[in-house]
T-cell receptor, first 114, second 117 residues
Framework: AAGVIQSPRHLIKEKRETATLKCYPI?????VYWYQQGPGQDPQFLIS???????DKGSIPDRFSAQQFSDYHSELNMSSLELGDSALYFC?????????????FGPGTRLTVT | AQKVTQAQTEISVVEKEDVTLDCVYE???????LFWYKQPPSGELVFLIR??????QNEISGRYSWNFQKSTSSFNFTITASQVVDSAVYFC??????????????FGKGITLSVRP
């Protein structure tokens, strides 16, 4: 079965640079969620999209932005990177019409800021 | 606001021991979903179980079992006859499900389980 795809899997950036993380949800899933997991921490919700519209927002810094495109893939754009942005970024997708609220997670993108 | 508490931070057992991971949650909603995820050292989040607030039946899946008690707001996870491959961080999570909306997951801090041979 198809799973959530995230790219790249690993990314190394320097402070003040920008990064773009991509997420390709499971086919026919209409909702995408982004989570940030710092070292030794639990995943924290950043933002979600349903049918290409932002549906909820968590503790996402103003330096970050995200969108969902017409093909339902999503991108998380991160600017002016800081050391504290080093984390594992997960994308998850779900099918709202399924009313199961079950989120399927991608393998994550490990971002290292040096 | 929703909250998940996993009071245990680290548990170490010897292979074949049974181990229970505790999870206590807080929510004002009457409809909600509870989850357990496993995060092995490789980092991915592996879905283990989802339980909705209307279903208090316990569930068993192989060596795994879950005990959901609304009266104590707990959703505990037991691994029977633990194996080295069970070594991972285990997260309990809560999703409130207001009608017609998507809902983010709120995770507990996670429990690091180490199973020694």
């Amino acid at each position: 079965a198809a799973g959530v795809i995230q790219s790249p899997r690993h990314l190394i950036k320097e402070k003040r640079e920008t990064a773009t993380l991509k997420c390709y949800p499971i086919p026919r899933h209409d909702t995408v969620y982004w989570y940030q997991q710092g070292p030794g921490q639990d995943p924290q919700f950043l933002i979600s999209f349903y049918e290409k519209m932002q549906s909820d927002k968590g503790s996402i810094p103003d330096r970050f932005s995200a969108q969902q495109f017409s093909d339902y893939h999503s991108e998380l754009n991160m600017s002016s990177l800081e050391l504290g942005d080093s984390a594992l970024y997960f994308c998850a997708s779900s099918n709202r019409q399924g009313v199961s609220y079950e989120q399927y997670f991608g393998p994550g993108t490990r971002l290292t800021v040096t | 606001a929703q909250k998940v508490t996993q009071a245990q931070t680290e548990i170490s057992v010897v292979e074949k021991e049974d181990v229970t991971l505790d999870c206590v949650y807080e929510t004002r909603d009457t409809t909600y979903y509870l989850f357990w995820y496993k995060q092995p050292p490789s980092g991915e989040l592996v879905f283990l179980i989802r339980r909705n607030s209307f279903d208090e039946q316990n569930e068993i899946s192989g060596r795994y079992s879950w005990n959901f008690q609304k009266s104590t707001s707990s959703f505990n996870f037991t691994i029977t006859a633990s194996q080295v491959v069970d070594s991972a961080v285990y997260f309990c999570a809560l999703s409130e499900a207001p009608a017609g909306a998507n809902s983010k997951l709120t995770f507990g801090k996670g429990i690091t389980l180490s199973v020694r041979p």
